[in-house]
Structure formats: structure tokens, C-alpha cells
């Protein structure tokens, strides 16, 4: 009977793969997945197999969180709610033969249980002196080194869009003077692909009110020659449209916007772009798109 249980010990270990749930992209054998739910706040899910403890599941899902910080520019990071859960599965093994006294069989059930994290993360490009936060190198840098992990070399960006960008040839440039110097784009540095951004995880309430007379904005000599969509919307209507996704795009802390459609256009940010879809004058931002 030993030598059976020792069989039944060996299918369980193939059956189940054999080592624990790595750091990468969700699959068949668990992984993180990631959701942008505002320019600053994420949510991170991890999850494990059979073979993975529930401190690998916590450490990976701290690793993705201080990945996903930098990767939207932000130094630091808070954990805001942590959820931690398991799901458990049996797995039934049953053997049977015969030897010179007649048949055998046994059966033995096995359970399997595996662990799971939810993480709410906001970031910042600075900490305050009253809050105390998590750095996001020494984060990365700890857990790598625990795990004997690679550092990340290959760039690509944090989110992958839910939505194909517009080619560059239907693109055509605004010119909306911002206060202050542009934002610098610092390429940023990835190993692993990303998950779909949701479009519908935008907050509540992000459409932005139309600029006030005279507000810093577009200037009379900066204003956009006219082209299909202002010949559609006429020059003063879509003029106001692009006065409108300009400073959409400041509250949200990016720079100059594109037109990359009749009603839509790309907002430059640090170290990705945004969407913004405007139905007259009230416009809102909508989803990331990759960086060329």
C-alpha cells in the first residue's frame, strides 16, 4: 500500500504541474491581472495554484504593485484595502490491478487549496511628510532578489489598450500652449505583458466643465487652421471642442493634445497617452493608448 500511496503522491504532483505560480501575466496556472481605476489607482489581483503559499501570493501581488506604480510615473505607493482568499478544489486519485490473490483498488482524495490577493493601490510622484508609503524600487528590488527574479530590461507600456490608437496619418496636430515646461517622457522599463485596461473604469464625474472667457488656453494666433472636422462642427464650435479637451487634459495632469478623429483626440502624458472623446464641449477622458 505504501508504494500505491507513493504513486498516488507522484499523479497528484503532475496532475497539478509541479512548482508553485511565477510572476507573470494571469493563465492556466494563475499569475496577476491589473485594472487602471483613475491616473493614480489601481486595483491588483494575484492569484496562485495548488503549489503556491499564500506569502509568494501577498509577495507578488506587492512586486506588481510597485511595478505598475513606476510604470505610470509615480515613485511611491499606499495600499488602500487588501483582500486575501483561497479557492479550494479535490482532486480524486484512484489506482487498480491484480497480484496472485485476486484484484486490488483503492481511491484517495486530495484537497487543493489555491490562495488569492486583491490589492487597491494609489501612487505618487512624491510622498507626503505625513503619510507613510512604500518606496517602489526597494519594493521591486527586495522581492526580486528574495524570489532570484531578473530585473525587467524589455520597455512596453504599463496598460495595454482597449482600443487601437488611430494611425498617424489621420492625425492632425493642435497647437494649445500649456503653462509650464512640457513634460518630460522618460521610456519606461517592462518584462511582462499587461492587462486590458477598462474602459468603463474611469471615475464618476470626469467630464470637465467648459473654460471660462479669457482662461489660459488657446490663444487667437494659436488656433487650428480649419480642417473636415472644423468644416462639420463650424470653426468657433470646434474650436471651443479642442479649448474644452485642452484643459481636460491639464486636470489630469498630461500636455498637449491631437486630433485623431472628428470628436476624439490624444492627450500627451509622462509616460503614457489618453483618449479623450469630446461630444461638443463636454469632453472626458476615456482610456490609455500605447506610446510610439
Not at 492556466?28 to 491589473?34: E, I, L, N, Q, Y
Not at 495600499?79 to 483503492?106: I, Y
Not at 528574495?146 to 482597449?162: C, F, M, N, T, V
Amino acid at each position: 500500500m505504501n508504494f500505491r500511496r507513493i504513486g498516488a503522491i507522484a499523479l497528484l504532483v503532475a496532475a497539478l504541474g509541479g512548482c508553485a505560480t511565477g510572476y507573470h501575466a494571469k493563465g492556466f496556472t494563475g499569475g496577476f491581472s491589473d485594472t487602471l481605476l483613475a491616473p493614480d489607482i489601481f486595483r491588483i489581483r494575484f492569484a496562485g495554484n495548488g503549489f503556491t503559499d499564500a506569502e509568494r501570493v501577498s509577495d507578488f501581488a506587492m512586486l506588481r504593485a510597485a511595478d505598475t506604480s513606476m510604470d505610470l510615473g509615480c515613485g511611491w505607493f499606499g495600499v488602500m484595502n487588501e483582500t486575501d482568499g483561497a479557492s479550494t478544489s479535490t482532486l480524486t486519485l484512484s489506482s487498480a490491478g491484480w497480484n496472485r490473490h485476486g484484484g486490488w483498488g483503492f481511491s484517495n482524495t486530495v484537497p487543493v487549496v489555491k490562495p488569492n490577493t486583491s490589492l487597491l493601490v494609489k501612487c505618487t510622484r512624491s510622498p507626503p511628510s505625513d503619510v507613510e508609503l512604500f518606496d517602489a524600487r526597494f519594493v521591486a528590488r527586495s522581492i526580486r532578489a528574495k524570489y532570484g527574479l531578473k530585473p525587467r530590461h524589455s520597455p512596453e507600456p504599463a496598460i495595454q489598450p482597449s482600443v487601437a490608437a488611430a494611425s498617424p496619418s489621420a492625425q492632425t496636430t493642435v497647437v494649445a500652449p500649456v503653462a509650464g515646461p512640457a513634460p518630460v517622457i522618460t521610456p519606461l522599463r517592462h518584462e511582462y505583458p499587461r492587462s486590458p485596461l477598462v474602459a468603463d473604469t474611469w471615475p464618476a464625474g470626469a467630464v470637465m466643465a467648459e473654460p471660462a472667457a479669457g482662461s489660459a488656453g488657446m490663444s487667437q494666433e494659436s488656433r487650428p487652421a480649419a480642417t473636415e472636422g472644423a468644416a462639420d462642427l463650424g470653426l468657433q464650435a470646434y474650436v471651443g471642442m479642442v479649448a474644452a479637451a485642452q484643459q481636460v487634459s491639464s486636470q489630469i495632469g498630461c500636455g498637449t493634445v491631437m486630433l485623431s478623429g472628428s470628436s476624439d483626440f490624444t492627450a500627451a502624458c509622462e509616460s503614457y497617452d489618453v483618449l479623450i472623446h469630446c461630444d461638443g464641449k463636454d469632453c472626458r477622458p476615456m482610456h490609455t493608448l500605447p506610446r510610439p
